[in-house]
Every structure is written in C-alpha cells, then in structure tokens.
C-alpha cells in the first residue's frame, strides 16, 4: 500500500495550490480519506477529510470555505484544493487513510503518504 502526496511548493499570500492524493495497493474509494499537516515544530494536525463516497466531507470550522476535499475514484486519487493560502498553513500536508468512519484523529488512520511541503510566504 502507497499513498504519494504531491502538488506541494513555495507560494505567496493569497494564492492558492492544489495537493494530490495517489494511491496505489489500495482502493481509496473503499476508505476514508483525509488530509492532516504539521508545522514545524507543532503536532500533527487534521485538515479535511471526504467520506467513502464523497458525498460528504468534514473539517475544522476555522478551515471552512478556505480548503475543499474531492476524489476521483477512476484515478484512485484525492485532491486538496487550498485557496487563499496564509502563512500560517505553512507546513508539511500528510494523506492519510482508513477503514472506519470519519475521524479527525492521527491515530485512527492506517495507511499514510510521505507528506508534501507547501510554503507560504512572500
């Protein structure tokens, strides 16, 4: 089982960047899925998850409207799109997956990508 996060770089205030999610030796669409990220220094943190079907996603409030979450099953891939990006989401962003239900806890999940560094700052 792999999950490879990818779509990461240095961006200024305001822009925005989508992550990727691709999964091999596992079929995302039979889990959830969710995105978690870690600043330096800090712990790691729940971002967004999307449920086995996709038709619903859960997240923290203070993210709301800011970050949204999709899958494409036929490519077996899960998408993070972040817009009007701060400095503050500076961080190391982790997919993460699982075979119960919706959690915004680390240690509920089974499977993890390597993480991708996205940068904020001008």
């Known amino acids: 089982v792999q999950l490879q996060a990818s779509g990461g770089g240095h961006v200024q205030p305001g822009e925005s960047l989508r992550l990727s999610c691709a999964a091999s030796?596992?079929?995302?669409?039979?889990?959830?899925v969710a995105w978690f990220r870690q600043g330096q220094g800090k712990a790691r943190e729940f971002v967004l998850g999307i449920s086995r079907s996709g038709s619903a996603t859960f997240y923290p409030m203070v993210l709301k409207g800011q970050f949204t979450v999709s899958r494409d099953d036929a490519k077996n891939t899960v998408y993070l799109q972040m817009n009007n990006l701060k400095p503050e989401d500076t961080a190391v962003y982790y997919c993460?997956?699982?075979?119960?239900?919706?959690?915004?806890?680390?240690?509920?999940?089974?499977?993890w990508g390597q993480g991708t560094q996205v940068t904020v700052s001008s």
């Open positions: 993460a997956a699982r075979d119960g239900l919706g959690s915004d806890k680390v240690s509920d999940y089974d499977y």
């Open positions: 030796g596992i079929n995302l669409s039979r889990h959830v």
